[in-house]
């Protein structure tokens, strides 16, 4: 089993800054794509930005400019920092990675898609 704690959530006013971490451990075999969704009350859960294993990123449009996403191959990490927040970016914020956990022994055994508890962000005007 794969497992990922995100933080870094909280309270900030409008222009503020936030930085969210997010950590996976386990049976990790390899980590493909890591990324940060959110999800606001009423709204669907909408991608914010992604990086590959070889560091090609994604950003919503929403975001790009303000928000960098990053992450540490070798310490399983991935953060998410944010400038320059809105209102409009408060949501609660989930962790999330794909990739291959470990079969027996050293051997590659089969897919994972797995989510964290998710962060609350909350910006105020």
């Known amino acids: 089993q794969v497992q990922l704690v995100e933080s870094g959530g909280g309270l900030v006013q409008a222009g503020g800054s936030l930085r969210l971490s997010c950590a996976a451990s386990?049976?990790?075999?390899?980590?493909?794509?890591m990324g940060w969704y959110r999800q606001a009350p009423g709204k669907q859960r909408e991608l914010v930005a992604a990086?590959?294993?070889?560091?090609?990123?994604n950003y919503a449009d929403s975001v790009k400019g303000r928000f960098t996403i990053s992450r540490d191959n070798a310490k399983n990490t991935v953060w998410l920092q944010m400038n320059s927040l809105k209102p409009e970016d408060t949501a609660v914020y989930y962790c999330n990675a794909d990739g291959y956990q470990y079969s027996s022994g050293s051997i590659r055994g089969g897919p994972y898609n797995t989510w964290g508890q998710g962060t609350q962000v909350t910006v105020s005007s």
């Open positions: 990086i590959t294993s070889g560091g090609s990123t």
């Open positions: 386990g049976s990790i075999f390899s980590i493909n794509a």
